[in-house]
């Protein structure tokens, strides 16, 4: 099996997940994106949707989807989104596709977070993957010369501006052996708007595509 196979295994299992008459937070990426494909075949089970992406809302709309504000809903029965890297603890890294501030409202609105992915981002430590910050793009340089005070090698995502506006730094060179501290550490830098480290708020339930079956892990 390749790895797209493995995500579309893991994005159909999720929807034996999804329960009647829910909310459903939708993700960011290509993982995402088999999942969305088969959200019509469960469309009478969905009372709403909200989306994490400008991206993932234009391919929800275009199957005919009315999306729900965030801002209106005080709860969401599930979210399910993808991941860049998870652990046995099922703290993520994300932000690969730039989504993360969104992604990170929606899963901390979400009672229960599904993660689906292939089996190649399933790691024992988090930080071979750079790990994202949306920052404001006056405070760049600045949480780039902290990020390197942390052990961190600052890369500017060139071209990229986020959903509300901002900037992308990938950083390089992380062995994150305390995800939560970090993820705090980093959100303390004046001019981060979020970091890609979803460790305060790891994912409930992994679905990792492997190559003969979808291997199920709950927190
Ligand atoms: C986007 C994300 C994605 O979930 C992450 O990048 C994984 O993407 P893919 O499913 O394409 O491998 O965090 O911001």
Request: aromatic fraction near 6%; charged fraction near 20%.
């Amino acid at each position: 099996m390749d790895t797209n196979q493995m995500k579309k295994i893991a994005a159909e299992e999720a929807l034996k997940y999804i329960p009647e008459n829910s909310m459903i937070g939708i993700g960011t990426g290509s993982t995402v994106n088999y999942f969305i494909d088969k959200l019509p075949t469960i469309k009478d089970k969905i009372a709403g949707v909200v989306a994490s992406s400008k991206v993932t809302a234009t391919k929800l709309r275009a199957l005919g989807f009315i999306l729900t504000d965030p801002n209106s809903v005080d709860e969401l029965s599930i979210y399910v989104d993808g991941a860049d890297e998870v652990n046995s603890n099922l703290q993520m890294i994300k932000g690969g596709g730039a989504a993360l501030t969104g992604e990170k409202i929606i899963a901390a609105i979400a009672k229960k977070f599904i993660c689906i992915a292939d089996s190649s981002k399933k790691v024992a430590v988090l930080g071979k993957f750079p790990l994202p910050i949306e920052v404001i793009p006056i405070a760049r340089s600045f949480v780039a010369r902290n990020i390197v005070k942390l052990g961190g090698f600052p890369v500017y995502r060139e071209g990229l501006i986020t959903d509300y506006g901002n900037q992308i730094i990938d950083v390089w060179n992380l062995e994150i052996l305390e995800p939560i501290k970090l993820e705090q550490e980093i959100n303390n830098i004046p001019g981060v708007v979020t970091n890609g480290l979803f460790a305060n708020r790891p994912a409930d339930i992994l679905l990792l595509g492997t190559e003969n079956s979808v291997v199920t892990t709950a927190r």
